[in-house]
Nanobody, 124 residues
C-alpha cells in the first residue's frame, strides 16, 4: 500500500509559477513510476507528466511541454511538478499517482495509488 499526499496548490495569476509536491509513504518509493494528472470541472481526468523510478525517463503532455517539469527525490520520497507560465486553462485539481511499474505511463489505468488532489486555479 502507498499513501500519497499532494500539496502546493493555490490561486495564482496567469504567468505565475507554482510547485506541487507529492509525499509518498508506505512501500518502497523506488518501486514505482510516478505521474501527475489533472481534472478540470466537467472534463475527464487527463495525463500531465510521468517519471520513471530512477528519474531518468520522463514524459510530459504536449500542452505543458516547456512550462511544466516533473521531478522526484527518492531520498525524500517526494515527486514534484514545477509549473511555470501558468495559464487559465491549467486550472484543475491536480493528482499524483503511483504506477504499477517502474516506467512512466500516460494511462490512468496503470496507476494503482492516487492522492486526494490539490486545487490549482489560474486567473486571467
Amino acid at each position: 500500500q502507498v499513501q500519497l499526499v499532494e500539496s502546493g496548490g493555490g490561486l495564482v495569476q496567469a504567468g505565475d509559477s507554482l510547485r506541487l509536491s507529492c509525499a509518498a509513504s508506505g512501500r518502497t518509493f523506488t518501486s514505482y513510476a510516478m505521474g501527475w494528472f489533472r481534472q478540470a470541472p466537467g472534463k475527464e481526468r487527463e495525463f500531465v507528466a510521468a517519471i520513471s523510478w530512477s528519474g531518468g525517463d520522463i514524459t510530459h503532455t504536449d500542452s505543458v511541454k516547456g512550462r511544466f517539469t516533473i521531478s522526484r527525490d527518492n531520498v525524500k520520497n517526494t515527486v514534484y511538478l514545477q509549473m511555470n507560465r501558468l495559464k487559465p486553462e491549467d486550472t484543475a485539481v491536480y493528482y499524483c499517482a503511483a504506477a504499477v511499474g517502474r516506467l512512466p505511463t500516460t494511462s490512468p489505468a496503470e496507476y494503482a495509488y492516487w492522492g486526494q488532489g490539490t486545487q490549482v486555479t489560474v486567473s486571467s
